[in-house]
Nanobody, 122 residues
């Protein structure tokens, strides 16, 4: 069984930073793409960022471009979301996901984590 486990969420003030991590455990999977999504209360889950296995291709939501960075460590089967200049509107549960076929934000996301809460205070 494959598990994606997020960590690194928490409470931070406006302008602060957090580094979210997503580690794969269980059965080894070959992920062509890794991504991050978020969901605020009363809203639908939205795409945040994605990266392909090689690390050459990334995709970001307009709302986070220039503030968030996605990267990964294939040897550790872990990927990260560095979040900088956080705003209250970034408050949400952040989910990581893995895809067997990479198409940026339109990848087929086959595996999902349980989420980690990020709260940005004003």
């Amino acid at each position: 069984q494959v598990q994606l486990v997020e960590s690194g969420g928490g409470l931070v003030q406006t302008g602060g930073s957090l580094r979210l991590s997503c580690a794969v455990s269980g059965r080894t999977i070959v992920s062509a793409g890794m991504g991050w999504f978020r969901q605020a209360p009363g809203t639908e889950r939205e795409f945040v960022a994605a990266i392909d296995y090689s690390g050459r291709f990334t995709s970001y939501a307009d709302s986070v471009r220039g503030r968030f960075t996605i990267n990964k460590d294939n040897a550790k089967n872990t990927w990260y979301l560095q979040t900088n200049s956080l705003k209250p509107e970034d408050t949400a549960v952040y989910y990581c996901a893995a895809a067997r076929s990479y198409r940026g934000r339109y990848s087929q996301w086959d595996y999902w984590g349980q989420g980690t809460q990020v709260t940005v205070s004003s």
